[in-house]
DNA sequence: CAACTAAGTTAGTGACCACTCACATACTTC
DNA sequence: GAAGTATGTGAGTGGTCACTAACTTAGTTG
């Protein structure tokens, strides 16, 4: 059996996707190519023809994910300023996740960071966001660190599923963090 | 050749804290129970009379993470409350942060929460600490869901070394949120 | 249509890994 | 000192995984 003939950067980016999905659930070491190749439809050795490594390809999601962000921030501030764009960036963020693939790539990504080669792509993503917050917002730099403090205790609360946990505390941390992810 | 002979408990403590270094460094599906034997001096079979399997081993380790920061914020916040209980606390993360293998640990375990077993143990272990930050401050939500994202915050900076990155919104970063892990 | 290139596959391979089994050796207790 | 129990090991085992080699098929171009 033979996938439907693509180019191959078409092909990448649908590789990409299907990777995803599976990183995001497994993480970097707990996820094979086997996996990822099925999701995507083709076979396995083709992934290694499209990536040379599976670090390469997890690299290539991480730097999607951040990208994706980077993007949404982007077009969420346009136009704005200070508070304002900090707001609009806030609500663009807790819009994209309700990906939550997005949001669990992220945490993989920041725990695989102990290889140098995904910590420093990892923290390229980061940095970039940074400063488009920062040059978007001109705000000092509390207002940054709050802005992205409060991102990674979502992140944190995302992968604990506490939006599904039916306790005071959890429910408390949602309602003043992301309420757009409460559930009922 | 046969390890020094110990008790149960006494071994299984050792093979917690070989495990710990481990799993810092790979992650729970990155980390072989050889290289844990390996480094508790015993052999590889027996991490399994020790701990039935290797989630088992996980589960512990990052329960033993979760349970040395309650224990340090307990002592921090004895005899005080309101603002100087939360400073305290936070001053007693940063000292139990010199200690990068706690932290990335900690990632880890977020990371790893996609398996449900794994999600409790970590859900349980960040309930305590919120519970106790709660009791101890007396502060309203808000106080509280600063205090951790904060913390999520420092935890992804050190993940990804910022305090090594010589480039000045890193350094800023650092010095608003964890000042005591400033090298130079 | 022949020569070439790009897309894709099948069939491995050597290494590793969680976990098991059967056995050995050291303490304890009567 | 014999019997029992807890601590520990050596030698597998079935399965998985990242990656390779060699081949096929589909477009493309002169």
Redesign the pocket.
């Known amino acids: ?8 950067d078409e ?1 990448r980016e649908l590789v990409v996707g299907a990777a995803l999905t599976e990183f995001a659930r497994s993480g970097y070491a707990g ?4 996996a990822i190749a099925k999701r995507a439809g ?5 992934v ?2 499209l990536f040379d ?3 390469d390809l997890f690299i290539a999601v991480v730097t999607s994910c951040f990208n994706r962000v980077y993007n949404a921030f982007l077009a969420a501030a346009d136009g704005k300023a200070g508070m304002d764009a900090k707001e609009a960036m806030g609500q663009a963020y807790t819009v994209l996740l309700q990906d939550r693939e997005l949001l669990t790539t992220q945490m993989h990504a920041y725990a695989a960071a102990d290889d140098p080669e995904i910590r420093e792509a990892t923290r390229n993503g980061f940095r970039r966001l940074w400063l488009l917050v920062q040059r978007a917002t001109g705000l000092p730099d509390e207002g940054i660190v709050e802005f992205f403090a409060t991102g990674m205790l979502i992140n944190v609360a995302a992968s604990l599923d506490l939006p599904h946990l039916r306790e005071p505390w959890a429910q408390g941390l949602i309602a003043l963090t992301c309420p757009d992810m409460i559930v009922d």
Do not use: D, H, L
């Not at 059996?1 to 191959?8: E, F, I, K, P």
């Not at 996820?31 to 086997?34: I, V």
């Not at 083709?42 to 083709?46: D, G, K, M």
């Open positions: 059996m033979t996938a439907v003939r693509m180019g191959a092909r996820t094979s190519t086997e083709i076979s396995q050795p083709y290694f023809r490594t599976k670090k």
